[in-house]
């Protein structure tokens, strides 16, 4: 397959990156400057790193021919280099995710066949029966303060929610990916259990997964639809 990922250069992108590689696919790498990669990075022939404005619907528009699959990993600012600059930039304008999915959907009206993955955020899932984390600032808060980010972040959760809501009213072929509530860099084990829109539990109540697995689902969804126009998550 041809996969695209946007946000090649950050936490979960690099990951998926190696993971799609390491099943054969062909990778286009995206990032917003390209030519700011370094020179003498090691690139395996099946991989191209290209240019793309994922705030620009001709831009998204004019790297899909070709593409299988289209998996955006957009965040503003690159996390895996400079994670409070991300965070600050969620806060200061937490409609970007929404904006992002709008391009992106634009973008693929003239490539209907390419199907869209977007890696969101947890804080949609359903902890009760139509209540998410994103609904209750005491629910939200909480959460925040386990994982460290400021309160103030809250609002980049709800903006991943809302992004999430584009992609529910439109009629190409997407997929939101909602990671665990904990995710971090660990080992890759194969082993995990997918879910739809309630947080997956490990025996102590915790929703957590490695990167590394998280790339493993990805990738899995990009060769085997499952959750076409739908949303998963994944947990331990």
Do not use: C
């Not at 994922?54 to 955006?72: C, E, F, K, M, N």
């Amino acid at each position: 397959m041809r996969i695209g990922i946007i946000g090649a250069t950050g936490n979960i992108g690099q990951r998926v990156v190696t993971e799609a590689l390491g099943r054969g696919h062909d990778v286009i790498a995206f990032t917003r400057d390209a030519s700011r990669i370094e020179e003498d990075r090691e690139t395996p022939e099946n991989m191209v790193w290209k240019s793309v404005d994922v705030l620009d619907p001709d831009s998204v528009a004019a790297v899909l021919p070709g593409l299988d699959v289209l998996i955006s990993g957009f965040q503003p600012g690159n996390a895996a280099q400079d994670m409070a600059d991300t965070v600050r930039r969620s806060i200061a304008d937490p409609t970007v995710y929404a904006t992002a999915a709008k391009v992106l959907v634009k973008a693929l009206e003239k490539h209907p066949r390419t199907r869209l993955i977007v890696i969101g955020g947890a804080g949609s899932l359903e902890i009760r029966p139509g209540v998410t984390r994103a609904d209750s600032d005491e629910e939200l808060y909480a959460t925040l303060d386990s994982l460290g980010l400021p309160r103030e972040y809250a609002a980049a959760v709800r903006g991943h929610r809302d992004a999430l809501n584009v992609l529910r009213v439109s009629n190409r072929l997407w997929t939101y990916f909602s990671p665990a509530e904990d995710i971090a860099p660990g080992e890759r084990t194969g082993r995990f259990r997918l879910g739809g829109d309630q947080p997956v539990l490990d025996a102590e109540g915790r929703s957590r997964i490695s990167i590394e697995d998280a790339a493993v689902a990805l990738v899995d969804e990009a060769e085997l639809p499952r959750f076409v126009q739908r949303r998963f998550t994944i947990g331990y």
